[in-house]
């Protein structure tokens, strides 16, 4: 819960009973260290019962994260809690990191809610199977992979697959169903379960993949029978007249 402090926003103090043991100052609107001395100021006089946390937001994080945490420790708060953000990304984080900003946690928004470079996601639906049978595009450069699929992940990496295909050994397959015919199949997924297999997805990465710089995408590989279904449906659909393969040949 993000509360201004009341000596810098010029209202009165906050009531003790909103979230009195988690209050956040966001104290670098105009001078961040008188900000975090007006945050130190309140907290004494309303006696917050527990940890209290600045926000650094803008500026020299690592310089300021030095100077808050020295007027924090000074003040008998060493427990307070310093909180950074403002356009920060993983590699900013790594910055800070490195040279031993005091800093307990970081906010990432801008950076994950859009991509820097190309601030949108194109993305489109692409016809695999029509009434129990496959098909796929061929045009230049759209071809796509035919047929209802799965992924299954091992130990080297993924593998698309045919959704009926038998899991490779040491295999796990990704891919749950969730709604058929526009309805949901179950309740929604619990935060703490989604959380949970994110960290564990996350931890399935190798090293290589993990680190910032020079990282190495996991391979995919297509499995035999996806592959051999591509080649056997292009050479089917090219030997037919315009008419009959149209829905699967055109864009």
Same mark, same amino acid.
């Given at each position: 819960?993000?509360?201004?402090?009341?000596?810098?926003?010029?209202?009165?103090?906050?009531?003790?009973?909103?979230?009195?043991?988690?209050?956040?100052?966001?104290?670098?609107?105009?001078?961040? $260290?008188?900000?975090?001395?007006?945050?130190?100021?309140?907290?004494?006089?309303?006696?917050?019962?527990?940890?209290?946390?600045?926000?650094?937001?803008?500026? *020299?994080?690592?310089?300021?994260?030095?100077?808050?945490?020295?007027?924090?420790?000074?003040?008998?708060?060493?427990?307070?809690?310093?909180?950074?953000?403002?356009?920060?990304?993983? &590699?900013?984080?790594?910055?800070?990191?490195?040279?031993?900003?005091?800093? *307990?946690?970081?906010?990432?928004?801008?950076?994950?809610?859009?991509?820097?470079?190309?601030?949108?996601?194109?993305?489109?639906?692409?016809?695999? %199977?029509?009434?129990?049978?496959?098909?796929?595009?061929?045009?230049?450069?759209?071809?796509?992979?035919?047929?209802?699929?799965?992924? &299954?992940?091992?130990?080297?990496?993924?593998?698309?697959?045919?959704?009926?295909?038998?899991?490779?050994?040491? &295999? $796990?397959?990704?891919?749950?169903?969730?709604?058929?015919?526009?309805?949901?199949?179950?309740?929604?997924?619990?935060? %703490?379960?989604?959380?949970?297999?994110?960290?564990?997805?996350?931890?399935?990465?190798?090293?290589?993949?993990?680190?910032?710089?020079?990282?190495?995408?996991?391979?995919?590989?297509?499995?035999?029978?996806?592959?051999?279904?591509?080649?056997?449906?292009?050479?089917?659909?090219?030997?037919?007249?315009?008419?009959?393969?149209?829905? %699967?040949?055109?864009?």
């Amino acid at each position: 819960m993000w509360r201004r402090s009341a000596a810098r926003s010029g209202r009165s103090p906050p009531s003790p009973g909103i979230s009195p043991g988690k209050t956040t100052f966001l104290v670098d609107t105009y001078d961040t $260290e008188q900000g975090v001395r007006a945050a130190i100021d309140v907290a004494r006089r309303l006696r917050l019962p527990g940890p209290v946390g600045v926000r650094l937001d803008s500026g *020299d994080l690592a310089a300021l994260a030095v100077r808050a945490r020295r007027l924090l420790d000074d003040a008998g708060l060493p427990e307070a809690r310093i909180f950074a953000s403002g356009g920060l990304d993983e &590699h900013a984080i790594a910055a800070l990191a490195a040279v031993g900003a005091p800093i *307990d946690a970081y906010g990432v928004g801008t950076k994950m809610g859009v991509c820097a470079d190309a601030p949108y996601l194109d993305s489109a639906y692409k016809l695999v %199977a029509y009434t129990g049978r496959p098909v796929m595009k061929l045009s230049r450069g759209k071809a796509t992979w035919p047929g209802a699929k799965q992924v &299954h992940r091992g130990p080297a990496g993924d593998q698309l697959s045919l959704r009926d295909e038998p899991r490779p050994r040491g &295999h $796990e397959p990704l891919l749950t169903p969730v709604m058929r015919g526009g309805r949901r199949l179950g309740p929604p997924e619990p935060l %703490a379960q989604a959380r949970q297999r994110c960290a564990a997805s996350l931890a399935w990465l190798p090293p290589t993949a993990r680190v910032l710089r020079r990282s190495k995408p996991v391979p995919v590989t297509m499995s035999p029978a996806l592959a051999a279904l591509r080649r056997r449906l292009g050479r089917d659909l090219r030997r037919r007249p315009a008419a009959a393969g149209s829905a %699967a040949v055109t864009d």
